[in-house]
């Protein structure tokens, strides 16, 4: 089982990046996806998850207008689409798969099954 994400970088205030996590041994369908963030000093957090495959998807409030999340199950992949993006949206990006994907990302806690290794997204101001 892997998650291997792709798409970080750094961008100024405003700009878009669009993240990708592609999955290998197992399938999105029955399993909750999404994305987590961790800023240098602060805890993981959940930034949005889809519930499972065609089901509702979830934000964080910070990101909510700002973000989309999208998966492919052909291809087994997800993705993040970041737009407006904030010197505060800097952090490392954690794609994540089978976990309790909840309405309130607040409320969701950071553990999964599976995780990918993580890529950084810089904004500067």
């Known amino acids: 089982v892997q998650l291997v994400e792709s798409g970080g970088g750094l961008v100024q205030a405003g700009g878009s990046l669009r993240l990708s996590c592609a999955a290998s041994?197992?399938?999105?369908?029955?399993?909750?996806i999404g994305w987590f963030r961790q800023a240098p000093g602060k805890e993981r957090e959940g930034v949005s998850c889809i519930a499972n495959s065609g089901g509702p998807t979830y934000y964080a409030d910070s990101v909510k207008g700002r973000f989309t999340i999208s998966s492919d199950n052909a291809e087994n992949t997800v993705f993040l689409q970041m737009n407006s993006l904030e010197p505060e949206d800097t952090a490392v990006y954690y794609c994540?798969?089978?976990?309790?994907?909840?309405?309130?990302?607040?409320?969701?806690?950071?553990?999964?099954?599976?995780w990918g290794q993580g890529t950084q997204v810089t904004v500067s101001s």
């Open positions: 994540a798969a089978d976990f309790i994907c909840l309405p309130s990302l607040a409320a969701m806690s950071p553990m999964a099954d599976y």
């Open positions: 041994g197992f399938t999105f369908d029955d399993v909750a």
